[in-house]
């Protein structure tokens, strides 16, 4: 695999009211998924700060405190942001190395250091096999967020393209695994789900069978593309917390 | 001065056109505040929405809370999915059914529908157009100089708002299941016969003693001359016995008054055996063996001599 470099519509979550900008990333991995290119014009602001360290309170406080009578995330939310992360690597194969690449990017190196340290955040997942029993802190989840929603962006044409393989396929009345793409990102998101997840928990036996984890898959990847937007940010910070408070 | 906003997205397009605030324009001539049409269009789809502000404000409240409920899989309560005229639901399949209800009156919206009005207008949506149309208000809302008053309620779903998974009837079953046993247990309850409640007996207690001369005499069995006589007999063997206890376990005498607190014999119950210390204690003292031969009735009274040198004297139980 060779280095290319390829034009990002990057839209870098800065503070409310100032609109995306245009970035141009190297990319270190070849990978099966193209970047997205510029599709829609939008508002030119001036580039973000650089100095990792006044971005990050920046970047952080972008998302607002919605859970004044706690301070961790609650249960449902890290399942949700790990099984999105989990959509993500099922998309991309270099995904998990984007997932810290793009946590340096953002100037969140504090919290999200180094692999082991995103695994263990990873594993408060109450579902996975090797669930860590700590909690998840509100600045740690707003990280994750923050994360996934670039790389969200990033796969902004994939995930359309699978959205539309799926619409594609559901109007001819073929099964989803008969698409390529789509079968591809179905096949290895359904096989990281049965690795990881712990088979004896309640919620995980109702994901045995194919079509019902494809249709989790499914899922995952509307929710990723609504995601992926101006406010996606916000948007999916806001919803951990539905029905918690 | 008159602006026209476009925010375009490959499926959506969505144009605000509007004036700028006349206070305002002093100091920021390029800032729109004042709405006089807003569009929105989305691709393959006839015909065009379009409205004022009001059209423009439902359709940021009605899409935004839809997006949040499909990003979070809890869906939203009715009235944030629902306006007078804009309605978001679930579809068949993956779809997304916006549902638009126009204004009867002469002045509707220019070039809008071409169905008759009063008729609702159906669209289905795709997830990828649904994300268009709320990129377009997204952009909007990001946009510091359109309405920079409008702002989307950020607010989660609240605890009570989210409908229970479980079905009714599937959570009734417990609840049910302890009312019915509850009212078995309590039939069962009822049948049994009420327990008949009895004085207590003071027949118990024997009701003669044997005095060391082999009489036999009845027990006081008043209550109040009991205790009278307990504390007498307290009172009188604290004052007679002065002496330093060389004994270092409890002695336990079995002491019989008479009904004017005089003793009139004793008997050592405690420790079985041992060195006899009664020529340290002030029984012998007391002893009144005359008063034996007069007494009416006696009590038995159980005495312990404890080694700090103090007494304890309780009503003589067998």
């Known amino acids: 695999m060779g280095r290319f470099w390829v034009e990002c519509c990057c839209s870098l979550p800065v503070a409310a009211g100032r609109p995306s900008v245009h970035n141009i990333i190297q990319a270190t991995d070849c990978s099966l998924v193209t970047y997205a290119p510029e599709t829609s014009p939008r508002v030119t602001a001036e580039p973000p700060p650089t100095d990792a360290e006044s971005t990050l309170p920046l970047l952080l406080q972008t998302l607002p405190d919605l859970a004044v009578h706690t301070s961790v995330l609650p249960r449902r939310g890290r399942q949700h942001l790990d099984l999105l992360l989990l959509a993500i690597e099922a998309m991309d194969l270099g995904g998990s190395e984007a997932v810290l690449w793009v946590g340096q990017e953002l100037g969140l190196n504090e919290i999200l250091q180094h692999r082991v340290q995103l695994w263990q955040i990873r594993n408060t997942n109450p579902l996975r096999r090797y669930n860590q029993r700590r909690p998840l802190s509100l600045a740690e989840a707003k990280a994750l967020v923050l994360v996934i929603c670039n790389l969200a962006q990033r796969l902004s044409v994939s995930i359309r393209q699978n959205l539309l393989a799926v619409q594609q396929q559901t109007d001819k009345g073929q099964p989803l695994d008969d698409h390529f793409a789509l079968g591809f990102y179905l096949e290895r998101f359904r096989s990281h789900f049965r690795a990881r997840m712990n088979p004896r928990r309640a919620a995980v036996v109702v994901y045995q069978k194919p079509e019902v984890l494809n249709r989790l898959a499914v899922d995952l990847l509307q929710q990723l593309l609504l995601c992926s937007g101006t406010l996606g940010a916000k948007r999916l910070w806001t919803s951990l917390f539905d029905g918690e408070i | ?318």
């Open chain 2, 1 to 318: 001065m008159q602006f026209q906003r476009i925010y375009r997205q490959p499926n959506c397009t969505l144009v605000v056109e509007g004036l700028a605030d006349p206070a305002a324009s002093l100091i920021d001539t390029n800032t729109l505040s004042i709405v006089t049409h807003s569009e929105c269009q989305i691709l393959g789809l006839d015909p065009v929405l379009s409205g004022g502000r009001d059209f423009l404000v439902d359709l940021i409240k009605v899409v935004g809370a839809y997006s949040q409920g499909v990003i979070s899989g809890i869906p939203r309560p009715a009235m944030q999915v629902r306006s007078p005229h804009l309605d978001l639901h679930p579809g068949e399949g993956d779809r997304h059914q916006l549902v638009c209800q126009p204004e009867t009156t002469p002045l509707t919206q220019s070039g809008s529908s071409s169905s008759e009005s009063g008729q609702p207008l159906r669209w289905d949506l795709s997830t990828v157009q649904l994300f268009d149309l709320m990129e377009a208000i997204d952009q909007l809302l990001a946009d510091p100089q359109t309405l920079p008053d409008l702002q989307f309620a950020w607010t989660p779903v609240h605890r009570r708002q989210v409908p229970a998974q479980e079905p009714l009837v599937q959570r009734a079953v417990a609840p049910t299941l302890g009312a019915t046993l509850l009212a078995i247990a309590a039939a069962g309850f009822m049948a049994m016969p009420v327990p008949q409640v009895k004085p207590p007996r003071i027949e118990d207690r024997p009701t003669t003693t044997t005095t060391p001369a082999g009489t036999s005499l009845n027990l006081i069995t008043d209550a109040e001359v009991v205790q009278r006589l307990q504390s007498q007999t307290q009172q009188k063997l604290a004052q007679t016995w002065k002496s330093r206890p060389s004994f270092d376990t409890a002695q336990v005498y079995r002491v019989t008054i008479d009904e004017q607190g005089q003793i009139i014999g004793y008997r050592r119950e405690e420790p079985l055996g041992g060195q006899n210390y009664e020529a340290e204690l002030p029984l012998k003292m007391l002893l009144q063996p005359n008063a034996a031969r007069t007494a009416k009735q006696a009590l038995d009274l159980r005495v312990v001599f404890l080694p700090q040198g103090t007494t304890e004297v309780k009503l003589w139980t067998p």
